[in-house]
């Protein structure tokens, strides 16, 4: 589990609502290995800002609400 | 199991075959010099590299970010051993011989050393390779 403050995914909800895409065809479409996709989908690995961001346009939404992380909001 | 992984078990498997072949020997006939002669099969190791060769050439192996993550933590782990029993030998050396000790090495023990540094990388590099694999 990576160190720092938690970060959760929608991956798997948005690969299931984009017609029961399997992890294969997401890892091929992303260009990662499934093995990458498993590790995202459950949150033990944590993309890359530019993998994050190609997600996004993947799935055609914003960053932010594929990925969340918990904890408090940074003071202003 | 991608391609980094099976090459770190071959790492692995070649280091245990020879520490066993090394340890059956010396168990049947003692500390002898010929001995030394399993520690060549270490040289097994240059081969690592043919390891998915064709995979990669069919373009079917992937390295992506978090493999090379992973080879980076790796090799920082190696090395980072290295280091520390570097240090630790160094520091055993001045507490045992004291501070005015000279050491002579003979040539065929440097280029033992060598090959024993770049064992403890080669080995850490493997373990960390797999460990941070399974974990997922």
Redesign the interface.
Same mark, same amino acid.
């Given at each position: 589990m990576p160190k720092g403050p938690k970060i959760t995914n929608r991956l798997r909800e948005l690969r299931f609502e984009r017609g029961q895409m399997t992890q294969q065809e997401m890892?091929e479409a992303l260009?990662? %290995?499934r093995?990458?996709v498993? %590790?995202l989908e %459950?949150g033990?690995?944590y993309?890359?800002l530019?993998?994050a961001l190609q997600i996004a346009r993947y799935f055609d939404q914003p960053v932010e609400a594929i990925f969340e992380m918990e904890g408090p909001e940074p003071k202003e | 199991m991608n391609v980094h992984e099976k090459q770190a078990w071959f790492v692995l498997a070649v280091f245990g075959v020879t520490i066993f072949l090394y340890g059956m020997l010396t168990a049947i006939i003692g500390f002898h010099p010929a001995n030394s002669f399993v520690l060549f099969l270490m040289f097994l190791c240059f081969f690592v590299p043919l390891i998915g060769r064709s995979e990669k050439k069919q373009g079917k192996a992937i390295t992506d970010e978090r493999d090379r993550e992973i080879l980076k933590k790796a090799c920082w782990a190696g090395f980072g051993v290295l280091w520390f029993v570097f240090l630790s030998c160094m520091m055993l050396l001045l507490a045992i011989l004291g501070p005015d000790a000279i050491i002579n090495v003979k040539g065929w023990a440097i280029m033992l050393l060598v090959g024993a540094a770049g064992g403890i990388v080669g080995l850490t590099q493997a373990i960390t390779t797999i460990i941070l694999y399974r974990r997922g």
């Open positions: 890892a260009g990662v %290995s093995q990458t498993i %590790s %459950s033990r690995y993309p890359s530019q993998l | -």
